[in-house]
């Protein structure tokens, strides 16, 4: 067996610890003959695994008594969808459009009211977080929509925007359990598993429970209200029960590494190994401003194409993969998610160190 440092910004890194264990209970979980995929949602097996995935997941974050927990299937983009159909009751919602994630569920509010993009950094390619202390939050607005880390372009709120009061609702499909946050500042906050928690297929939506009602959009599908999951306790359908059962594992992981104060102290020095590296190379360049600097996602460029591309071909011969930029950017992206160890992240800056020598 041969693993790589893997730097995809998702479906992403997964825990060896966590992969391991799935193998070994794959023909036969816990002496019920089965693996988790072969049985029945209903079972009392499967309860047990997804009562404890919650409660851990409940602890982890520290999520309060009056917050839902939904295991939902159509990904972080069904929510763009989900979000104004269950949420706009004045019809009015505002979004901060500080990449292409946050413009996608802009674009999506708009079919169903009037969203009002009340900032963006889109001038300068996203490679920064507006000024969000002081915005024209619209009178009547039902919520103001950000995504707090921007997968594709590297920055991150290290401050929430200041909503005037009204409610505040978050994408954190990338810095989900990246470090600790204070569940009780959001109305609702989701993300896709996929980037930093388990296996595609299923997002997870932690909404304040007086926001999931019967009072949704006219028209709005059974399978789109919030309130259809959260009675149903996240089984009014089948759900993705062998993504739950791994972000179940993914969950137990955390709390073994001492939880999510741990998790951002581990995930800042590696962050810091990087961009340290970054800021003193005459090679490459980090392309976002350095307040806004996420965790857990740092796109570079060299500002040659080819020598860009020389560098991903390089790189993955040495065991370093997926480190190409996303499509619309160039360039290169690390994704350092909690699954990454810091020997990965050395791997990484050693190698830089060792072409930039090469290619001066
Ligand atoms: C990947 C990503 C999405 C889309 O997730 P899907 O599960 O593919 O729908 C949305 N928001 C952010 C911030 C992402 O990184």
Redesign the pocket.
């Known amino acids: 067996m041969s693993r790589v440092y893997n730097f995809s910004a ?1 479906p992403a890194v997964l825990p060896e610890e966590v992969l391991k264990e799935a193998a070994e209970e794959m023909m036969d979980y816990r002496g019920c003959g089965m693996s988790v995929m072969e049985m029945s949602h209903r079972s009392k097996m499967f309860d047990t695994i997804i009562k404890e995935a919650e409660a851990d997941l409940r602890d982890l974050l520290n999520i309060p008594d009056n917050y839902k927990v939904l295991f939902l299937q159509g ?4 929510q763009f969808a989900m979000i104004p159909m269950n949420l706009m009751k004045n019809g009015v919602a505002d979004y901060i459009v500080t990449g292409q ?1 946050a413009k996608k569920a802009y674009q999506e509010a708009c079919k169903y009211g009037k969203a009002n993009k009340i900032a963006s950094s889109e001038d300068k390619t996203f490679s920064y977080i507006p000024d969000c202390s002081d915005l024209p939050i619209s009178e009547d607005a039902d919520y103001v929509y950000i ?1 707090e ?3 594709i372009y590297g920055t991150k709120y290290h401050t929430l925007p200041n909503t005037k009061g009204k409610d505040l609702v978050s ?1 954190v ?2 810095c989900f359990l990246s470090e600790p946050i204070d569940v009780s500042k959001y109305a609702i906050v989701y993300g ?1 598993v ?2 930093n928690i388990g296996p ?1 297929g299923m ?1 997870i939506s932690i909404i304040r429970e007086d926001l999931i009602t019967d009072d949704v959009m006219e028209g709005t599908p059974t399978m789109l209200k919030f309130k259809t999951h959260a009675d149903a306790e996240s089984l009014y359908n089948t759900p993705n029960c062998y993504c739950i059962y791994i972000c179940g594992k993914v969950f137990k992981w955390l709390k073994k590494m001492g939880g999510l104060e741990a998790m951002k102290a581990l995930n800042e020095k590696k962050a810091k190994i990087l961009y340290d590296f970054l800021d003193q190379s005459e090679l490459f360049k980090g392309t976002v401003v350095k307040e806004d600097r996420s965790l857990m996602n740092v796109p570079f460029v060299t500002g040659d194409k080819e020598l860009d591309a020389k560098f991903v071909k390089e790189a993955t011969e040495a065991g370093l993969e997926n480190l190409k930029g996303h499509r619309t950017v160039g360039g290169m992206r690390a994704s350092i998610y909690n699954a990454m160890p810091i020997e990965g992240v050395e791997k990484l800056v050693a190698f830089m160190k060792k072409f930039e020598e090469e290619n001066k």
């Open positions: 998702g990904g972080a983009s069904q994630w995504c880390n921007n997968t994408d499909s990338s896709g996929q980037k595609a997002v």
